[in-house]
């Protein structure tokens, strides 16, 4: 008997809702209470079940389609159903065993001769995208559905295939579903995908190997209609962004990050500065962030373990014997971190004048890559713009990075009483896979004392 499904009303005032996924195609035989579609309202996601045993004889909606309270999502025969329990129990034990497998494994029950209409039904349809067209739509050039391509199917606003079951898995397991690679027709995800994923996440957690949770692709699930709560625009993202954007989900993901904070005197360097700078040119005017790099690399040589980068796969700590400082650059593209090389072998003034031309470069997007290349450490300098801390991002694979905030006059207690003094706020961020507390803290005082004395620069490094 022909029965057509249609959407329930599944909460007080909820009157439509978005298919998010469905876990049925054309000919499937559907158990009574089997999950044929998900529905997201405003309220939450809720599977639509079959209200009886049967054939799936049409899908009318699509993954990413709006459909009100009272739309028709499936016409499904129900006529086996009498005198058939048995077969319609197995049918429903075959179905949750393999609700995401898209064919079922039993042998096929003979056909009985099609109808007209049968014969006009549709293939089973490849999982549809948000955006209504189907994976197979998508890839190209698309020859069979093995060979759809899927990184043209699974993009950040679209819907991962996979059916309600699976999801529910993935769910109660822990893993976010837009990870897994589906393995099925048009990229569907299977549970036994699930399972391989969380395998391999176990293994590589095992054998001490980093997993990255974005593969290299920034990973985000869909945006919400924020058009809903008022007028937005969108603009895409410049090159600039999209690396950066990648580079810290990467760091951030990845790296157990500490910041230390401390502060440094720096009335005597700022006195100097003045001075040199009096008879300096544009070229090689002395600032605050070219004493900075000088001391950095100091300290490095001093501290080679904050010079270095971790290789989980080897077990092994792997120690730069050069010292290369990139220095964030802010610029209208984004921010840039061009290095300069050998930092510890250069003077302050020669540092200056290679940076004041590096940052020049980099503003006017005339840096080159091999420019940006190559870094051991970081220089974050924020302190000509304003603020009094942040809580900068390692750069990987290096270890540690140098936030530098606005200096300040402040009082500060010299024993006696409370003496004006220029105070130099840094914030210190590191790998604590590689550095402890301690190591923290001495390296960053290494650096405040060498800047209150610089002497201590050329004593210690
Ligand atoms: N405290 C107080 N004043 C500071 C300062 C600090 N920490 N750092 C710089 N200044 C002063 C400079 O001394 C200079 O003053 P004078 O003209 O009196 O000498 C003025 O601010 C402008 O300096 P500058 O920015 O031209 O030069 P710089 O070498 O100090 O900085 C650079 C170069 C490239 C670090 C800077 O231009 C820049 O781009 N900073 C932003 C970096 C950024 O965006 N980081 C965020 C990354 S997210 O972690």
């Given at each position: 008997m022909k029965q057509e499904i249609r959407v329930p009303e599944v909460a007080e005032g909820v009157t439509k809702g978005t298919v998010v996924a469905i876990a049925i195609a054309v000919g499937d035989q559907v158990a009574a209470d089997q999950t044929l579609v998900e529905l997201e309202t405003d309220k939450a996601v809720v599977e639509i079940p079959s209200p009886t045993a049967g054939t799936i004889m049409e899908v009318r909606v699509e993954e990413g389609a709006e459909v009100a309270v009272g739309a028709v999502i499936v016409v499904l025969d129900s006529e086996g159903d009498t005198g058939e329990s048995e077969k319609a129990s197995t049918g429903e034990a075959e179905a949750t065993a393999g609700a995401d497998e898209p064919e079922p494994e039993s042998e096929p029950e003979p056909e009985p001769e099609p109808t007209p209409e049968e014969e006009k039904q549709p293939e089973p349809q490849a999982p549809r995208t948000a955006g209504g067209a189907s994976a197979a739509e998508k890839s190209e050039p698309a020859t069979g559905q093995d060979q759809i391509d899927l990184t043209s199917v699974r993009r950040d606003d679209e819907v991962a295939p996979a059916s309600p079951t699976v999801r529910r898995q993935a769910r109660e397991l822990g893993?976010?579903?837009?990870?897994?690679?589906?393995?099925?027709?048009?990229?569907?995800?299977?549970?036994e995908d699930v399972r391989n994923y969380v395998r391999d996440t176990m293994q590589k957690i095992g054998s001490g190997?980093?997993?990255?949770?974005?593969?290299?692709?920034?990973v985000q699930r869909p945006l919400p209609d924020l058009s809903r709560f008022g007028t937005i625009s969108r603009e895409p993202l410049s090159k600039v962004r999209e690396l950066t954007?990648?580079?810290?989900?990467?760091?951030?993901?990845?790296?157990?990050?500490?910041t230390q904070y401390d502060k440094?005197?720096?009335?005597?360097i700022e006195k100097f500065r003045k001075q040199f700078n009096a008879s300096a040119t544009a070229e090689n005017k002395l600032t605050m962030t070219a004493f900075l790099v000088k001391d950095?690399?100091?300290a490095l040589r001093a501290f080679p373990h904050f010079n270095s980068a971790l290789d989980l796969a080897s077990k092994e700590l792997v120690l730069n014997h050069f010292i290369n400082i990139g220095v964030a650059v802010d610029t209208p593209a984004g921010l840039l971190v061009p290095v300069i090389r050998d930092a510890d072998g250069k003077g302050i003034e020669r540092i200056a004048t290679e940076l004041n031309k590096l940052a020049e470069k980099t503003r006017e997007r005339r840096v080159s890559p091999q420019e940006l290349e190559g870094g051991t450490f970081t220089i974050s300098n924020l302190g000509g713009i304003g603020g009094n801390a942040f809580t900068p991002i390692v750069y990987p694979p290096q270890v540690a990075i140098l936030g530098v905030s606005e200096a300040e006059m402040a009082p500060v207690w010299n024993g006696k009483k409370f003496a004006p003094q220029l105070m130099l706020p840094l914030s210190l961020t590191y790998d604590h896979r590689v550095i402890d507390g301690a190591a923290g803290a001495r390296f960053l005082r290494w650096i405040c004392q060498a800047l209150e004395n610089p002497l201590n620069m050329v004593m210690k490094g």
């Open positions: 893993v976010d579903i837009y990870r897994v690679k589906g393995s099925g027709p048009g990229g569907r995800i299977s549970a190997m980093v997993v990255s949770s974005t593969a290299g692709q920034p954007a990648d580079a810290m989900s990467y760091a951030w993901s990845t790296i157990p990050m500490v440094a005197r720096i009335d005597d950095c690399a100091a």
